[in-house]
C-alpha cells in the first residue's frame, strides 16, 4: 500500500540556522509528491510539489526539496530558518489524480 | 480567489447527535474532498466529488458518514449517531480539474469534539 514516512515526530532548529525534514515515501509508479505546511488556525497550505523533470524543486517561502527515486525520498530543506517558520510540516504523495496520502507530520520548532 | 471556506470551525456535540459541515470551495474548482485529521497524524482522505458525482469513498467512511455536493458547489458532511472516535479536524479541499495533478486548496476545517 502506498505510504509515506516522516520520521521526525519534532525537530528544534535556531533560528538562522539550516533546516532539512526528512519525507520517505512507498509508491510503485511515479510518484507526485507534495510538501505542506500547517500553521494553528489555519488550513494547510502548499510549500511544493515534485510531478517531473528537475528533482530539485523551488517552493514558497524560501523552501526547496529534492527529489531522489533511489532512496525514495523527498527531503525538505531551507537554508536559514526564520521564526515564522515554525508550524506543522507535511509529505504528500498524489494518487491517482485525486487523493493525498499524507505522512504525520514534522513539528518544527525555532529557537531564538 | 477567496480560498475555501468551511463552516462552523469549531463544533461541540454530544456522543449520539448529528452533526453536519460545510465547505464552499473556490469557485471554478470542480472537484472537492474532505479529509480528516485526529490529534498527532496527518490527514487522511475520505470522499472526492468531481462535480456533483461522488467518485470515491474511503473505508474510513462509515455508514454513519454521508457527503453530499447536491449542485456541484458546496458540499456538506453530515455524521450521524457520533462517537467520541469521531472527535478530529475536518477539512476539506478544491481543486480544478486537470490531466495531470493539480493542487489541493484547503480549507480552514473545523474541528468536532463528542463528549
Known amino acids: 500500500a502506498q505510504s509515506v514516512t516522516q520520521p521526525d515526530i519534532h525537530i528544534t532548529v535556531s533560528e538562522g540556522a539550516s533546516l532539512e525534514l526528512r519525507c520517505n515515501y512507498s509508491?510503485?509508479?511515479?510518484?507526485?509528491l507534495f510538501w505542506y505546511v500547517q500553521s494553528p488556525g489555519q488550513g494547510l497550505q502548499l510549500l511544493l510539489k515534485?510531478?517531473?523533470?528537475?528533482?530539485l524543486v523551488q517552493g514558497i517561502k524560501g523552501f526547496e526539496a529534492e527529489f531522489k527515486r533511489s532512496q525514495s525520498s523527498f527531503n525538505l530543506r531551507k537554508p536559514s530558518v526564520h521564526w515564522s517558520d515554525a508550524a506543522e510540516y507535511f509529505c504528500?504523495?498524489?494518487?491517482?489524480?485525486?487523493?493525498?496520502?499524507f505522512g504525520t507530520g514534522t513539528r518544527l520548532l525555532v529557537s531564538p | 480567489d477567496t480560498g475555501v471556506s468551511q463552516d462552523p470551525r469549531h463544533k461541540i456535540t454530544k456522543r449520539g447527535q448529528n452533526v453536519t459541515f460545510r465547505c464552499d470551495p473556490i469557485s471554478e474548482h470542480n472537484r472537492l474532498y474532505w479529509y480528516r485529521q485526529t490529534l498527532g497524524q496527518g490527514p487522511e482522505f475520505l470522499t472526492y466529488f468531481q462535480n456533483e458525482a461522488q467518485l470515491e469513498k474511503s473505508r474510513l467512511l462509515s455508514d454513519r458518514f454521508s457527503a453530499e455536493r447536491p449542485k456541484g458547489s458546496f458540499s456538506t458532511l453530515e455524521i450521524q449517531r457520533t462517537e467520541q472516535g469521531d472527535s478530529a479536524m475536518y477539512l476539506c479541499a478544491s481543486s480544478r480539474e486537470a490531466y495531470l495533478y493539480n493542487e489541493q486548496f484547503f480549507g480552514p476545517g473545523t474541528r468536532l469534539t463528542v463528549l
Open positions: 504528500a504523495v498524489g494518487l491517482g489524480f485525486q487523493k493525498l496520502v
Open positions: 509508491y510503485g509508479a511515479t510518484p507526485y
Open positions: 515534485y510531478f517531473s523533470g528537475d528533482t
